[in-house]
């Protein structure tokens, strides 16, 4: 691993970090010199991610994102390693069915609203007691574009990533002044994940984006950290759309 930059002062929690889109933006909070809790189901998975992260500062809380209490622990861990908690980046999610909703399971449906929503308010309403709500931050949540456009036989996941994107205009209403919320929305990133969506055809399904690739997490971690940055500190409750320009696309053909 590359040598580390100086402390920047500033901690940050992730959810569902250990691989994907999650440990791209943890690398990125990293990489400028913040301290970070990651979260994951598999704990073995979590302590590979940390020591590659670098454990001197990272550490890793698993536990599923829906377990108010692992939520609890997540963040009580955080302020007792760290001391404070000034960004949430809301990224664990789960999709485990493909397929038109007319036939969707309604337990799988409440699956997905657990997971990919409620736990990232369970999250939110948790920094903001510990830390934010007197001393300030930076909240991302991690949707999806699946939560601003129709997203055929992935009806469940969309729905619940639109509940998101509503989710993070509350939150931004609600605890402004002191803490920003926004969110990203990607198109597709090469992450397991999203495996079945281009395995096997990367070609094809790249060459539908007019920047010519796929989505990779280090695009995600970039734009989580801008928005965590004092760069946007006059922006909230926005959702940026990192699509490598697909919904150009929209109405052509």
Request: hydrophobic letters at 45%.
């Amino acid at each position: 691993m590359t040598e580390l930059p100086e402390l920047s002062g500033k901690v940050a929690l992730v959810t569902g970090a250990s691989r994907g889109i999650g440990y791209g933006v943890a690398e990125a909070l990293v990489a400028r010199g913040d301290r970070v809790c990651i979260t994951g189901r598999n704990e073995d998975a979590l302590k590979e991610a940390v020591e590659q992260l670098g454990a001197d500062r990272v550490i890793g809380v698993a536990g599923k994102a829906h377990d108010v209490d692992h939520q609890a622990v997540a963040v009580e861990r955080t302020m007792e390693a760290f001391g404070r908690v000034d960004y949430l980046v809301n990224n664990a999610g789960t999709n485990p069915v493909f397929g038109p909703i007319a036939d969707l399971d309604l337990d799988v449906a409440r699956k997905v609203f657990e997971t990919n929503v409620v736990s990232a308010l369970g999250f939110a309403q948790k920094t903001w007691h510990a830390w934010q709500k007197d001393n300030g931050g930076a909240i991302v949540n991690i949707a999806s574009v699946a939560g601003v456009s129709a997203s055929p036989f992935i009806g469940a996941y969309g729905i619940s990533k639109a509940a998101m994107i509503n989710l993070t205009l509350q939150l931004a209403h609600e605890f402004a002044p002191k803490v920003r919320v926004n969110a990203i929305a990607p198109a597709v990133v090469k992450t397991k994940f999203a495996q079945a969506l281009y395995e096997g055809r990367e070609a094809e399904a790249a060459a539908a984006y007019p920047l010519g690739r796929l989505g990779v997490p280090s695009d995600i971690g970039g734009a989580a950290a801008f928005l965590t940055s004092a760069q946007a500190d006059w922006i909230t409750g926005q959702t940026l759309v990192v699509d490598g320009g697909i919904f150009l696309n929209a109405g052509v053909g």
